[in-house]
């Protein structure tokens, strides 16, 4: 680290470093395609390090690396920068106390910048703490002036904003919060997704239970995120048992899962017998196989939406 005018800056060495360690995340995480995607990270009060144009973040060297001054002016390296290094120079200049800027196309949370659709219910104590709300920045072309004039309104209320059908933009106080708070974008996204769009259920937080988890986060030193729509009243206060299943819906059954063919397993089809008294209910005994098999069920649904993602 180095200080300049008391502020603390990574070094150099300390920032391409971070770069190339956080482009290989980045790729490893399926956050990004091809060439797509782009770090910037400040070395002192006019002067940051970024990736290079036409380069995977996979596969990324130090001397790749391309230092400018805040104008986008090139100090150091062959390579040429991003075109959407104005997208970061704009974060630079909008909020001085940032760090490091960090764009992906991550694919869940793309989808919802493609939809139009922020990523706003309290649904996730984490969620709320460390990113509030995320919304989606006006459709602007890749490359142009129109992008970081898009995205100016957030840069000082919020941590992350959608690009709408492009992708994700985060920042923070350096390097690694810029790439968590990326990671933390894709992961609530996709619970939003699975609990909205494949479970059917959400559970979200009360008004009460949201100011706690914003009050709190001030202690993180995190005063930025906006506050999400909550819920009046508190409907997750009661501890949840499994409901008791019938023979009709035994086993497999995913009825409640939209789009989901049920898994049969030899023996449990319509003609078999339901076990028990006859009544229809089960046996006490088979309550605790009922409930993980239904929880097997939702992971493997888990498990085939991301398999399909991924492909």
Same mark, same amino acid.
Request: aromatic share 6%; hydrophobic share 35%; net charge neutral.
């Given at each position: ?6 502020? @603390?800056?990574?070094? $150099?060495?300390?920032? *391409? ?5 956080i482009g290989k995340r980045m790729y490893a995480r399926?956050?990004?395609? /091809? ?7 400040? =070395? ?24 400018? $001054?805040?104008? +986008? @002016? ?13 997208? &970061? ?13 960090? &764009?992906? &196309? ?6 919802? /910048? ?17 990113? +509030? ?7 602007? %072309? ?16 919020y941590n992350a904003v959608l690009l709408s059908n ?10 690694y919060e810029a790439f968590y708070r990326l990671e ?25 239970? =949201?100011?706690?988890?914003? $009050? ?29 299943? %019938? ?17 049969? *397993?030899?023996? %449990?089809?319509?003609?078999?017998? /339901? ?10 005994? *088979? &309550? ?17 939406? %991301? ?5």
């Amino acid at each position: 680290m180095v200080t300049i005018k008391g502020v @603390k800056y990574m070094s $150099d060495f300390e920032a *391409k470093n971070a770069i190339i360690d956080i482009g290989k995340r980045m790729y490893a995480r399926g956050f990004v395609a /091809a060439n797509d995607g782009n770090i910037s990270c400040k =070395v002192g009060p006019n002067a940051i390090w970024a990736t290079p144009t036409g380069v995977s973040k996979g596969f990324m060297k130090p001397e790749m690396l391309v230092k400018l $001054d805040l104008t +986008g @002016k090139v100090l150091q390296g062959s390579a040429r920068p991003s075109s959407e290094i104005k997208m &970061h120079l704009r974060v630079y200049e909008e909020n001085p106390n940032v760090m490091a800027v960090t &764009h992906a &196309h991550p694919p869940i949370a793309t989808a919802f /910048a493609v939809a139009g659709i922020g990523l706003e219910k309290p649904i996730l104590t984490e969620g709320v703490t460390t990113l +509030g709300v995320v919304p989606v920045a006006k459709y602007a %072309t890749p490359g142009t002036q129109e992008v970081p004039d898009s995205i100016a309104p957030f840069v000082n209320s919020y941590n992350a904003v959608l690009l709408s059908n492009h992708g994700a933009l985060t920042w923070g106080k350096d390097a690694y919060e810029a790439f968590y708070r990326l990671e933390s974008v894709e992961y609530y996204a996709s619970l939003l997704m699975y609990t909205g769009n494949i479970i059917g259920k959400q559970n979200p937080l009360s008004c009460g239970q =949201v100011q706690t988890l914003i $009050d709190n986060r001030k202690n993180f030193g995190i005063t930025t995120g906006g506050t999400p729509p909550c819920s009046c009243e508190a409907t997750n206060m009661e501890d949840v048992i499994t409901n008791v299943v %019938t023979g009709a819906q035994r086993n497999d059954d995913v009825s409640g899962l939209k789009g989901v063919t049920p898994i049969v *397993k030899p023996g %449990t089809g319509k003609s078999a017998q /339901a076990p028990g008294c006859g009544c229809g209910s089960i046996p006490p005994e *088979k &309550h605790e196989r009922s409930a993980r098999t239904k929880e097997e069920i939702i992971a493997e649904v888990v498990r085939r939406v %991301t398999q399909e993602m991924s492909r």
